[in-house]
Structures are given as structure tokens and as C-alpha cells.
């Protein structure tokens, strides 16, 4: 059975349409340009594990009836990442136990002083929160076996917050990268084919890849296909992208090889 990567939201932290936005891609009657923020769902060996957890989760689960979730892989603790943390309560009625999650050290202790309260124990007889089971990442770089699965991990730096992208079989995803060891990384991403990486803007960003800086990141790194998302306002889906590079949108789904 092939392995598939749903995007379920390819916007910026704003998400697009912005609040109150008149701008030709806010107004823009293409469906390609209506972006929630940027999660996406790993379909995998028959299990399905959501990379991050944004304030759209609700209605993106609703949308493409994610019923199960075998777990939850995160890249940090930004608020477009994590915002939808609380969602996951019904998932732990269903599955009646807590969601494991997959993350570093400094993502669980930023989630702890955040949503101390998904870590507590809850009532008997009542779940007052989501439960998260954490699985610690122990080092920037290297495998894990997650649920039976196993994950390459990458880590780079976000205006100094260590975020991780995680790798499965020929693909990667890649989101809020801008320093990174090329060496490491681009060691990491070999036998990468599928490659989702996040591409604010064409301006420089302090804290995100342009579109620019994602396209040449995607040719160092050899891969044949990329995505871009994490997209802003700024960026309209009708402008032609170099061959092998592609804009991530809302619901589209790719194939890799495991
Ligand atoms: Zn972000
Ligand atoms: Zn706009």
C-alpha cells in the first residue's frame, strides 16, 4: 500500500484569507489560495499521524473526516503549530488512551508551562482535557521508532528556537526552517524524493525561507519533487514555479515510498 502526506493547511501563521485583508490573493476566488495554517496528515503502513497541531485542527479533522490518529509529531511550539492541542481530547475518547507524541525536549517543556493541564491526571470518570503520551527525541538527528513506525529527525533553528523536521521512507517536511547545518541536513535528506519545505514569502524573512531560499534549499538537497507551504498572503498559486517545485495547497495529497 503506497504511503500519502495530506496537506491540510499550507498558510502562514495568519493563515489566508488574512482578517480583514483586500489583497488580490485575500479576495481571490481560487480555492488554491485559501490556506489554513500549515499541518499535514502521514498516512502510513496503515496508521495515520498528524505533524502539528494548529488553530484550524478542528475543522480540518471535520473536513477530511480524520476520524483516528495514531499520533502526533511536532515540529515546535509556535502558536500556528499548536493551537489545536485541546482538539485532541476527542481522539482520546476514541482511542481511549492519551495521544502519543513525538517531540524534543524543549517542545514538551514548553507545552508543560503552556498546557500544564493536558498533563495531569484527570478526574475518574471524566477526561477534562486532552492527554498527551510524550516520546522524547533524543538526539537532533537520526531514527526513531514512533508507533511502530520508523522516522528520520532533523533539527534547525528558527530566530533561535530548535524546531524538527521529520523524514519517513522518501519523504521529508521540513517547516519554519532558517539556520541549519547544511552538512547535517543535507546528509539527513539523502534518498529524499518528496519534499515538503516551507517558503514564507519572496521578501526576506528573519524567521522563515523565501520562496527563493526554499528552491535552492530543495536543489542542494537533490530531491526530484518539492512543496512549498507555510505560505503567506503574498503568494498567489497561479505564479508558474521552476520545474520540480510545486505550491503546497490545502488538501492536496502526495504518494512516497516507504
Ligand atoms: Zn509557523
Ligand atoms: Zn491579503
Redesign the pocket.
Known sequence: MNSTFLFLGTGASAGV??IG?K?A??TSSSPFNRRLRSSGLLKVKSKQFLIDVGPDFRQQALHYQIDRLDGLLLTHTHYDHIAGIDELRIFNFRMKRPMPCLLSKETLQDLLRRYYYLFEPNIEGATLSAQLEPHLLEKEFGSVSFEGVAFGVLTYLQAGMRVNGFRCGDFAYLSDIHDFDEKKVFEALQGVNKLVVSALRKNPSPVQFTVDEAIAFAGKAGVKETWLTHLS?SLDYEESLPEGIHWGYDGLEIEFTV
Open positions: 484569507p488574512v485583508c489583497c490573493v485575500c498572503h
